[in-house]
């Protein structure tokens, strides 16, 4: 037996949040190995809060990520408003729900354009694609204002919101001040139509993800801020259920974990999101869905580009109709005292589900904290998907599948500093 080593090297990886290593191990023209090698530091942040007040959660793991923060506030919150026993007044769960639709939209729209178009394009980066393509982007660039400014109105800044506290808000706007941003909504709904329908030109590889599907659901809207938790096997379960399902472990590779869902591997994010709600999107949304292909399902990660896309429309649209209702609520925040005790919440983040647990003392000290963020949930995905399209795809030069295993952890829109970066590739044939 004879063995050959082929080492590509990518300083950092093009156009994904963070920066680690894949290992191929090929023997005899099979894959018998594709690892992902996540090498950054462990942050800490559980630990880190291990003797906070209570109320700091949402400020401090809003950090964790600068293009989430709001992901991070809200199942902080939703943890720690269970724990203590307390409910929002209805019109602050809709102004929280308005806050998270500004950061989808702008997530979204960062990944499209900046991140994920220039693959279909065939640029190398967004810098080629504005050059060659300026309309193109500006338009993403437009749509992704109206998602900051949306977020900046609710939450004071776009990038780590300051506005938002337990039990609501530190304040709430007046309905004419949301007049501007919804003027800029509504600019950003055409255009995200529009933008839909230019997607669905490009060509998309063949592929499917093979495994579970978990996203929040809700039986009456599309899940952003809350939910129970619903599978494509046909399990739902609440919350405080979360990891008698989902266990982590660690890797001897990565300094993320990894998740099972009752011992499988499974997917979250935009098209698990997407394939168990469909019938929860607006009829604009589900409309487009429909003129662009996609059915009420999806499985292939190339297409997950369509599914953002869409979900920008429905995003777009709820902000529109949760302005058009709002009247400012006769209180910022309801009261949230503390009490010895464990709160669970999730929410969906752009990339997948997020859950929080935070046990707390009767002084309001918090004892024990655990985040799972989703690209920690997709790694073992992630993998397979990498396992996958090396098998099919060994014929190519070393430049090559370099770029293919690249596009491939894009399909994923990865936040790897959240789960704990790319791209080493370290081929070896046997």
Request: net charge negative.
């Amino acid at each position: 037996m004879t063995s050959r080593s082929r080492y590509l090297k990518v300083e950092a990886l093009a156009r994904v949040e963070g920066e680690g290593a894949l290992r191929i191990v090929v023997d005899q023209g099979v894959v018998e190995a594709a690892e992902l090698h996540i090498y950054e530091p462990p942050r800490f942040f559980e630990a880190l809060l291990r003797g906070r007040a209570y109320t700091e959660p949402p400020d401090i793991t809003s950090r964790i990520c600068g293009i989430c923060p709001v992901a991070y506030q809200v199942s902080a919150c939703n943890a720690l408003e269970q724990a203590c026993g307390v409910e929002l007044d209805p019109p602050l769960s809709d102004l929280r729900r308005l806050l998270y639709c500004g950061e989808w939209i702008a997530s979204h729209c960062l990944h499209m354009f900046l991140l994920h178009i220039p693959d279909f394009l065939g640029y190398p980066d967004a810098v080629a694609l504005a050059r060659a393509e300026p309309g193109l982007v500006e338009q993403g660039l437009s749509m992704k204002k109206a998602g900051n400014t949306l977020l900046e109105a609710l939450g004071g800044r776009a990038i780590h919101p300051v506005n938002v506290k337990l039990g609501g808000f530190y304040s709430v706007p007046d309905p004419r001040d949301l007049a501007p941003v919804a003027e800029r909504l509504r600019a950003g709904l055409d255009a995200a139509v529009r933008t839909a329908r230019q997607i669905a030109r490009f060509d998309f590889p063949d592929a499917e993800l093979d495994c579970e599907l978990l996203a929040a659901g809700h039986p009456e809207r599309y899940p952003i801020e809350t939910g129970e938790i619903h599978t494509s096997s046909g399990m739902h379960f609440p919350a405080t259920d979360f990891t008698r399902h989902v266990v982590e472990r660690q890797g001897r590779h990565s300094t993320a974990l990894y998740a099972t869902l009752d011992g499988r591997r499974y997917a979250t994010g935009p098209l698990a999101r997407y394939t168990l709600n469909f019938p929860q999107l607006s009829a604009t949304a589900r409309q487009v869905a429909d003129e662009i292909g996609l059915g009420s399902a999806c499985r292939n990660p190339f297409r997950s580009i369509l599914v953002r896309a869409v979900e920008v429309v429905y995003a777009m649209e709820e902000a529109l109709t949760l302005i058009a209702g709002y009247r400012r609520p006769v209180r910022a925040a309801v009261p949230v005292r503390p009490r010895a005790g464990t709160g669970h919440g999730v929410s969906e983040a752009p990339r997948g589900l997020l859950y929080h647990r935070y046990d707390i003392g009767a002084d309001g000290l918090v004892r024990a904290a655990e985040i799972i963020p989703p690209t920690s949930q997709n790694q073992a995905v992630m993998e397979e998907d990498l396992r996958r399209a090396v098998a099919a795809n060994l014929d190519l030069s070393d430049a090559a599948l370099t770029a293919l295993c690249e596009r491939t952890i894009r399909n994923h829109d990865p936040c790897i500093s959240c789960s704990a970066h790319f791209l080493t590739l370290d081929v070896v044939r046997r």
